[in-house]
């Protein structure tokens, strides 16, 4: 499981810092690859895909997660063809509560009940989240999952 990630960099040496890391033996973040590049670009994260593969390989079954970024998202399945992708559930649930109007409150439990559909352990329970979600977030919380792959 790879963790993917890019970030600007605001120093005097602009550019954007791209990184992908990983969990050790004792749940700690370990540092696989990164690369500083002129912008957060598809050839930049194809050419950063290519490097990884030379340290990571492609004989064995690998999980990406990232967020959203749609220039990633374009670049990964061309290196790592059958590669699963994912998407991190913080950003999601960010996402969710910038996109939701209403008083903190309200979007604390929208956030709430997004993780609690993303971590139902069955499908049953999952849609009597995601129902719950719906009923309480009504069209605001509808629009966001709209754009959500499932």
């Known amino acids: 499981m790879l963790f993917m990630d890019g970030t600007f960099l605001k120093s005097r040496y602009k550019g954007q810092l ?3 890391t990983t969990k050790d033996g004792n749940q700690g973040l ?3 690859a990164f690369a500083v590049v002129d912008a957060e670009s598809e050839d930049n994260w194809r050419w950063f895909f290519e490097n990884l593969r030379e340290i990571v390989g492609d ?3 690998l999980m990406f997660i990232s967020d959203r970024n749609n220039r990633l998202k374009s670049a990964l399945p061309k290196i790592f063809p059958i590669a699963y992708h994912a998407y991190c559930l913080h950003y999601w649930k960010m996402n969710l509560r ?3 109007r ?3 409150s309200f979007k604390d ?3 709430f009940l997004f993780r609690e559909c993303a971590y139902a352990p069955t499908k049953h329970k999952f849609e009597k989240k995601l129902s719950e ?3 309480e977030g009504k069209e605001q919380v509808q629009f966001f ?3 959500c792959p499932f």
């Open 102 to 104: 209403g008083h903190k």
């Open 145 to 147: 999952l709209n754009d």
């Open 59 to 61: 004989a064995r079954q």
């Open 109 to 111: 439990r929208m956030m």
């Open 133 to 135: 979600l719906l009923a």
């Open 30 to 32: 370990l540092p696989v």
């Open 18 to 20: 791209l990184a992908a």
């Open 98 to 100: 910038d996109k939701v």
